[in-house]
Every structure is written in C-alpha cells, then in structure tokens.
C-alpha cells in the first residue's frame, strides 16, 4: 500500500503545520502498518527510510496504490483498536523493545520492513 502525503499535522499537538523534518508533502510512501482504535485518530506508520517509524495521521495522506502487503494480518485487541501490521509487530511489547533498541526487535522490524517495501517495489 503506498500513500501520497496531502498535509502535515503534528503528532504531539495534531495542529496542522507546515512542514516537518521527517515528512514532507507530494512525497510518496509505503504504509508499514495501519492503527485504528476508538478514542484515538487512524494512523499509519509509513516508511520513512532511515528515520523512526512513527505513527501518523491517516488524514495527512491520499492512496496512490491500495494492495495490501501479503504480510499483514488484522488484530482486534481489547478496547477495540484494529491493527493491519506484520505479525511479530503484533506482539506485545514489540515496539518498546524497537524502541529501545532490543536487538531482536529491530532484527524483526527491518526483516519485515524489507518484505513489505520489496513487495510495494515490485508492484511497481
């Protein structure tokens, strides 16, 4: 799946803002990952090459090309939220440990990155 960015907002504030130092508007990216849950805003995590993969607002997007990764399983967990996303992605406490820099973790998350940008590559 890759989206079109159309505007920014901030993900702290969710102000719209001009620009930003990680996305910029008319740039093209493969979604990583799809986040919906009730009290919060759809998001995505969108690949962003060497920079963090942060969670952003569905709003700031236009699809340019709609196939799903092969990789993605759904995920309804308690409370409600709804998650497309790699399997091992899934598991609890997967991103604290990316984001801590756990070895396995960032193993797990570049090896599923590459399956889903080669898939997104060879669509092209």
């Known amino acids: 799946m890759k989206v079109r960015c159309v505007s920014i907002t901030n993900p702290a504030t969710l102000e719209p803002v001009a620009e930003s130092p990680?996305?910029?508007?008319g740039q093209e990216y493969?979604?990583?990952?799809?986040?919906?849950?009730?009290?919060?805003?759809?998001?995505?995590?969108?690949?962003?090459g060497d920079e963090v993969p942060g969670l952003w607002d569905?709003?700031?997007f236009e699809t340019t090309?709609?196939?799903i990764p092969a990789a993605w399983v759904a995920q309804i967990s308690e409370g409600g939220t709804l998650r497309l996303a790699p399997p091992r992605w899934l598991v609890p406490g997967f991103w604290e440990q990316y984001f801590d820099d756990e070895p396995a973790a960032v193993a797990v998350f570049e090896e599923d990155?590459?399956?889903?940008l080669g898939e997104s590559e060879a669509a092209d």
Not at 30 to 48: C, G, H, K, N
Not at 113 to 116: F, G, L, P, V
Request: charge should be neutral; glycine fraction near 0%.
């Open 113 to 116: 990155r590459r399956s889903i």
């Open 58 to 60: 569905s709003e700031m």
């Open 30 to 48: 493969t979604v990583l990952e799809v986040d919906a849950s009730p009290e919060r805003r759809f998001s995505m995590r969108v690949d962003l």
């Open 65 to 67: 090309d709609p196939a």
């Open 22 to 25: 990680w996305i910029r508007i």
